[in-house]
């Protein structure tokens, strides 16, 4: 007799993703580190303006009978937008029966016991995340979008932004040459003395790649003779180095999705931005066709640099 547990059918999967619903979210689009770092603008469905107040320095002055006002504030305008993207993929359930009865079924023999849905939809997330991680960083727009355009050509993310700001002359780069273990404390040392003195006091994050990341390390107890102060950096458990200078408010984190950069990014966590639509875009359509699953997926995506001004947003000049 044949197996009578249709385990292949849409039904168990989309159970499966509205019940769940809340928790995928939280695991795709904060599952990766930098979404738990950013700021999470909602409900942009392409483009959101946000007005960037810059007030002037040097309000005050020596008093004098006449009315002489000063230009006290400027407002820039600050684009957040959004590109929709999707995921299409489908799987035979059948063909993953050893892999995932062999890890995530549970001790004893229940018929009910059939975790494919939680073991498919796991491997699904972990990839989801790596690639939103790399395009929030590394992503660069197509000039010309096309269909089959991977989610990190649909927006640029926040590498392409300081390159940017670079370009548009908002921020200076503060040079540094190639980093090394052998100069690397020196050189952030040299980052260090163009952050603003408001954000060493208040607080201020430096993103940089694990290469770097594991360069300061060394050299840290190489010059020391310790290990730096490790830090949990936020509630998901990511860790971070208390960075040597400042109050101990300034944390070195590092980032899987600058991949090779050599930029080092001096700034305060929630100067970086994330836009999407709507947290319920996580619901997965399932369709059954013979003995195959259709999946798909309609979501927006786009990251920013809110504040972009020298002293706020410290960067060095490698790319």
Not at 27 to 48: R, S, V
């Amino acid at each position: 007799m044949g197996d009578s547990l249709d385990y292949s059918r849409a039904e168990a999967f989309q159970d499966y993703v509205r019940e769940f619903a809340e928790e995928l979210f939280i695991e795709m689009f904060y599952g990766f580190k930098t979404a738990d770092l950013a700021t999470i603008h909602e409900g942009i469905k392409g483009e959101k303006i946000f007005t960037q107040l810059e007030v002037a320095d040097n309000l005050a002055r020596r008093w004098a009978k006449s009315f002489d006002p000063v230009e006290a504030a400027a407002f820039k305008p600050r684009k957040l937008k959004t590109v929709l993207n999707k995921v299409d993929f489908s799987i035979v359930p059948t063909e993953y029966e050893s892999s995932y009865l062999g890890m995530f079924r549970k001790k004893g023999q229940s018929v009910e016991d059939w975790p494919f849905q939680a073991f498919i939809m796991e491997k699904v997330m972990a990839k989801l995340k790596q690639e939103f991680e790399v395009a929030a960083w590394q992503g660069v727009e197509e000039s010309t979008p096309s269909a089959g355009d991977y989610l990190r050509q649909t927006f640029d993310g926040y590498l392409q932004v300081i390159a940017d700001a670079l370009t548009a002359g908002d921020i200076d780069a503060v040079t540094t040459g190639a980093i090394s273990t052998s100069n690397v404390i020196d050189k952030l040392r040299l980052m260090w003395a163009e952050v603003d003195t408001v954000y060493k006091e208040n607080g201020i994050d430096i993103f940089v790649p694990y290469a770097i990341y594991d360069m300061y390390r060394i050299a840290y107890k190489d010059a020391y003779k310790v290990d730096p102060a490790f830090l949990q950096v936020t509630n998901a458990g990511y860790n971070g180095i208390q960075y040597e200078l400042g109050g101990g408010n300034a944390v070195m984190i590092p980032v899987n999705g600058m991949g090779s950069s050599g930029r080092v990014v001096m700034t305060p966590r929630a100067n970086l931005a994330i836009g999407i639509d709507s947290p319920s875009d996580v619901m997965f359509n399932v369709e059954k066709e013979v003995r195959e699953l259709k999946f798909w997926m309609d979501f927006r995506m786009g990251a920013q640099i809110m504040l972009q001004k020298n002293g706020i947003l410290v960067v060095n000049d490698q790319a």
